[in-house]
C-alpha cells in the first residue's frame, strides 16, 4: 500500500485557499492537512473553524485536522461541525488526553494523537485502543519549513511496534521531503504532511511534488 501525502494548507496562499485545495486534490494529495495554532500552544495563530468551513466545499478529500492549541476540548465540537474528517489533539494539549479522544469519537469523526519531538511513546500505551491515528511531530509544531529532528525516525519505528495490528494510522509531520521521507515510510509511517516540499513552485509542480514524496 503506498503511503498517504496530506499537504499542509499552511504553505498555501492563503489569498486563495479555496483554490489551492482544489489544486493538491487535483494532482493527487490523498488528505488535506490543517494546521490549527493558538499562540499559546504553539507560538504561531494560523486558523479556525470558520476557515475550514469555508474551504469544505472545495473537495471531497480527508480533512485530518490538527489541533495546536490549548485548551482543545472547548473548541472539537465546531472543528467537527466544520467539516474536519480526522480531529487531532496534542498528548501535551491536557490533562485528559482519553477524554479528548472519546469526546472526537462521540462526534462521528477520527481521533488522532500528536507526539511534540520530545514526548515519548509511552503517553500511548493506555489509549491505543481509543485512537485512529498517530501523529509524530518531526519539528517542534508552530512553523513550516523546518529541518526534520533526526531521533523522531527512531520514535516511528517503536510507534509502529506498539501499534501492532491495530488499524491505526502513523503520520509525520514536519520536514518532510522526499530524502526524509524515505526514512519514514521504512520505519512504518502510513501517511506524511508536508508543508513546503509540495507547495514549492506553484500550482504545476504540485502533482510532481506529491508523487516525488510516494518515491
Ligand atoms: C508544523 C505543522 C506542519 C507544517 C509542516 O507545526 O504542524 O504541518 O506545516 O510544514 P513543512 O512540511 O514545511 O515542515
Ligand atoms: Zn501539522
Given at each position: ?16 485557499l ?5 489544486a ?41 485536522v490538527?489541533l ?43 481521533a ?39 531521533s ?8 509502529k ?12 509531520d514536519?520536514?518532510?521531503?522526499p ?14 504532511v508536508a ?21
Amino acid at each position: 500500500m503506498t503511503v498517504k501525502i496530506a499537504p499542509s494548507i499552511l504553505s498555501a496562499d492563503f489569498a486563495k485557499l479555496g483554490e489551492e485545495v482544489r489544486a493538491i486534490d487535483a494532482a493527487g494529495c490523498d488528505w488535506v492537512h490543517v494546521d490549527v495554532m493558538d499562540g499559546h500552544f504553539v507560538p504561531n495563530i494560523t486558523i479556525g473553524p470558520g476557515v475550514v468551513k469555508a474551504i469544505r466545499p472545495h473537495t471531497a478529500k480527508t480533512f485530518d485536522v490538527h489541533l495546536m492549541i490549548e485548551p482543545v476540548d472547548p473548541y472539537i465540537p465546531e472543528f467537527a461541525a466544520a467539516g474536519s474528517d480526522i480531529i487531532t489533539v496534542h498528548a501535551e494539549a491536557g490533562a485528559h488526553l482519553h477524554r479528548s479522544l472519546q469526546l472526537i469519537r462521540s462526534l462521528g469523526k477520527k481521533a488522532g494523537v500528536s507526539l511534540n519531538p520530545s514526548t515519548p511513546e509511552s503517553v500511548l500505551e493506555y489509549v491505543l485502543d481509543d485512537l485512529d491515528l498517530v501523529l509524530v511531530m518531526s519539528v517542534n509544531p508552530g512553523f513550516g519549513g523546518q529541518a526534520f529532528i533526526e531521533s523522531q525516525v527512531e520514535k516511528i519505528r517503536r510507534i509502529k511496534a506498539l501499534i501492532g495490528t491495530r488499524p491505526i494510522e502513523l503520520e509525520v509531520d514536519g520536514g518532510v521531503n522526499p530524502e526524509t521521507a524515505k526514512r519514514c515510510i521504512a520505519a512504518g509511517a502510513t501517511a506524511l504532511v508536508a508543508g513546503s516540499a509540495v507547495f514549492k513552485g506553484g500550482p504545476d509542480a504540485y502533482a510532481a511534488n506529491i508523487a516525488a514524496l510516494r518515491g
